[in-house]
């Protein structure tokens, strides 16, 4: 399994912006798809964004579209989320997960099967 570990969460006003890394110490990380997700209580966990082994594609949940950008670096082994405009509902704690498998693309559909710990990301309005 992939270990993940997850920074750059606090605390911002509404509008303003964060930036979340997700570092991997998988020495094949090139391979894997990554995805970011959020858990507020009581709600289910739900998928953010996600990038594909390549970086070549990305997928974004509708709520995010246009405010949120995912990205990585396969040569230092992270990937990062990009948050601007952030919103209260966008509240949280973010999570990057691996695909489970080699080579694939990252969307909302695809299996993760390992997950960072995660790091609170609060909104205040």
């Known amino acids: 399994q992939v270990q993940l570990v997850e920074s750059g969460g606090g605390l911002v006003q509404a509008g303003g912006s964060l930036r979340l890394s997700c570092a991997a110490s998988?020495?094949?990380?090139?391979?894997?798809?990554m995805g970011w997700f959020r858990q507020t209580p009581g709600k289910e966990r739900e998928f953010v964004a996600g990038?594909?082994?390549?970086?070549?594609?990305?997928y974004y949940a509708d709520s995010v579209k246009g405010r949120f950008t995912i990205s990585r670096d396969n040569a230092k082994n992270t990937v990062s989320l990009q948050m601007n405009s952030l919103k209260p509902e966008d509240t949280g704690v973010y999570s990057c997960?691996?695909?489970?498998?080699?080579?694939?693309?990252?969307?909302?559909?695809?299996?993760?099967?390992?997950w960072g710990l995660g790091t609170q990301v609060t909104v205040s309005s």
């Open positions: 990038i594909s082994w390549s970086g070549r594609s990305t």
């Open positions: 997960a691996a695909e489970t498998t080699h080579y694939g693309l990252g969307h909302h559909g695809s299996d993760f099967g390992s």
């Open positions: 998988e020495r094949t990380f090139s391979s894997y798809a």
